[in-house]
């Protein structure tokens, strides 16, 4: 019998996973496998368990919570292994073997492993402790600051534990492997500067001195804007060992021709960072640019091999969509020979278009051996939608070009781009775009390379002129929408209040951005059941603020697009949102906007491209209960590009 606090709480047996029950219930063992073999008092379980004041029947619910899971235990045959969960009084005592507890054989192997004195030794003993854990530390306990305190407890020894880990592998040479292991860490912890110093000289010792460089930057930078404070001693004393180390090879290499330094090897000069949007971001040196490049890239015009992995990350908790992937891979096989194909992934504000193409490009990375480029055209975001040159400048810098090589203008810098890349395998996302026009500088020109946008617009005109393949994105249905609320809730969650999670799907018109965010405040609120969220968004006043979290929210998306339509467009949308039914011909809209149909037609038409209304069929148009609440509650004549 194994019991894991490393991840989602659970006890597993030969036979597999005991049913644990509730979040309360969990977290009751949580608590007592924390401090095992020592009773733990009835009042430390209820304040632990309620961040709130408990109720007054805390105490039978908590009891209640003790003997099921005493059932439970017996059941899996907890007394073959000497475990017994005890009652002292007002207090209780789960005894156990300590060596059952994930934690308890980590916390062991990392007391035994020695990075310094025995770097040999301690690298199996610290990846054998860091491959206990599946996940964030103490998952599915409820969200109180006693569990909070406890997870951030472990997580810290897991922190610990990485960078001991790394400097084994730096006291063995292998750089290499430190560089891997911190650089996920590092990622997570940006603000953890002794994991970033030894990332740094980790990469500086494999020759990836501009990598190094990049980290210290970016650091100092989100040291400044987060907590308004400089960079520390470790960071700074990384920082300068670097630059010091690299005048004296400089030095040296100046009268030899040769590269010197420490770390020194070919192709040590490659560039290591990948620019997009602006902003920064290093190489997961994890994946050598040698070993993405295929038989068909060509170098950069600086001479030198890059192959950027720009994507995002995978998209968290992605489901379904097997039809629209499906749609994307055949775009890519049906291409005419001499083309680059190219794939308009459309449908409305949080319908998940950009979870759709980036779970498609991580699956299919590998058909794509040059790299992956990526750059939000922030076409429905606040403020300006991006320049063309502005990304054709970071993607020339991510794929090596010199800055002083890039045109100013974006005709010429677009020329050069389809001159870096012909005869490449590389695969461009262009999500969230406004126009046509702002995609076509863009777009690569080699056969082998392939291109998917994303837009709440249709793009017709990429269609019309680049032959691009249109995938369409619709709401998600009953099941599908019920099984992403589960996957963000928990299946038991779900399962206990099946009727109210078909609700909240329609309720938050099967969007997923909608249902992320009432997953959300479930998630905050763990003692809610999900009828009472579901009563709570029938009242369409706070719908859409219920349906929000921090920035993120459909009332926030839905006013992006808005944004972008023109003063009469929007008119047409408040008239179209009056009607109660959602479901209108022409005459009747044109009856609400005070026009002739023929006046409105062209409005409609615009409305329909930016999935803001639906034809549902000839001349018979739709308005989801999201944007009809929008365009009521906060109006749409605030358009007027």
């Known amino acids: 019998m194994d019991f894991s606090l490393l991840g989602p709480i659970s006890v597993a047996t030969g036979s597999g996973e005991l049913a644990l029950g509730p979040a309360k219930r969990r977290s009751v063992l949580a608590l007592l496998l924390l401090q095992p073999n020592t009773t733990v008092p009835l009042e430390q379980l209820i304040d632990s368990l309620w961040e709130d004041e408990p109720p007054e029947h805390a105490r039978t619910v908590v009891q209640g919570h003790v003997s099921r899971l005493r059932a439970t235990l017996a059941g899996g045959g907890a007394e073959a292994y000497g475990i017994e969960l005890a009652t002292h009084g007002s207090a209780y005592l789960l005894r156990l073997p300590e060596e059952l507890i994930d934690a308890h054989r980590f916390g062991e192997l990392v007391a035994l492993a020695r990075p310094e004195a025995a770097p040999g030794d301690a690298v199996p003993l610290l990846r054998e402790a ?13 969200t109180s600051p006693p569990f909070a305190a406890a997870a951030h407890a472990l997580e810290e020894q897991r922190l610990t534990a990485t960078e001991a880990l790394a400097r084994a592998h730096s006291a063995l040479g292998e750089h290499e492997q430190a560089a891997a292991v911190l650089y996920t860490a590092a990622v997570n912890n940006p603000l953890r500067e002794g994991m970033v110093a030894d990332l740094m000289q980790a990469l500086f010792r494999t020759g990836r001195q501009s990598d190094a460089m990049e980290w210290f930057h970016r650091t100092r930078r989100l040291l400044d804007e987060e907590l308004g404070v400089g960079p520390g001693v470790r960071l700074k004393g990384a ?65 030198r091999s890059s192959a950027p992995r720009l994507l995002p990350r995978p998209p968290a908790r992605f489901l379904g969509r097997e039809q629209q992937l499906a749609a994307l891979s055949a775009v890519v096989r049906s291409a005419v020979p001499g083309e680059s194909p190219l794939a308009v992934v459309t449908g409305p504000a949080g319908v998940g278009k950009t979870a759709c193409a980036v779970q498609w490009s991580h699956a299919h990375a590998e058909a794509f051996p040059d790299g992956q480029l990526f750059a939000d055209l922030r076409g429905f975001n606040e403020g300006a939608p991006a320049e063309p040159a502005e990304i054709l400048r970071d993607f020339l810098l991510a794929l090596g070009t010199p800055p002083d090589r890039i045109p100013t203008s974006a005709q010429s810098a677009s020329a050069l781009f389809r001159s870096v890349v012909a005869g490449r395998r590389l695969l461009v996302v262009l999500d969230n775009a406004q126009s046509s026009a702002q995609v076509r500088p863009l777009l690569p020109g080699g056969e082998h390379c392939a291109t998917v946008v994303t837009s709440r617009s249709r793009l017709d005109g990429l269609v019309a002129t680049d032959c691009a393949r249109p995938v369409a994105v619709q709401a998600l249905g009953a099941a599908e929408g019920t099984a992403l609320l589960g996957a963000m809730l928990g299946a038991e969650r779900v399962a206990d209040d099946p009727d109210a999670a078909r609700e909240l799907v329609e309720l938050c018109d099967g969007l997923p951005l909608a249902l992320r965010a009432a997953a959300a405040q479930l998630t905050a609120r763990p003692r809610w059941r999900l009828t009472r969220l579901a009563a709570a968004l029938r009242d369409e006043r706070r719908r859409l603020a219920l349906l929000s979290a921090e920035d993120t929210g459909v009332a926030a998306a839905l006013r992006m697009s808005v944004a972008r339509l023109s003063a009469d467009d929007a008119r047409l949308l408040s008239a179209l949102a009056a009607n109660a039914d959602g479901h209108l011909n022409a005459s009747v809209v044109a009856s609400l906007a005070g026009s002739a149909p023929e006046d409105i037609q062209d409005g409609l038409d615009r409305l329909t491209e930016m999935h803001l209304v639906d034809e549902e069929s000839t001349d018979v148009y739709t308005i989801s209960t999201l944007t009809q609440l929008f365009a009521r509650d906060e109006g749409a004549g605030g358009g007027g590009r």
């Open 130 to 142: 860091l491959g206990l854990w599946r996940g964030p530390a103490l998952t599915g306990t409820v």
């Open 239 to 303: 920082y300068e060992e670097i630059l010091r180390a690299e005048e004296a090879g400089s030095a040296r290499g100046a009268g030899s021709g040769t590269q010197a330094g420490p770390g020194a090897r070919a192709g040590a000069g490659t560039t290591g960072t990948a620019r997009t949007g602006g902003a920064t971001a290093p190489v997961d040196p994890r994946v050598p640019a040698q070993a993405v490049r295929g038989p068909a890239a060509t170098d950069a015009p600086s001479g």
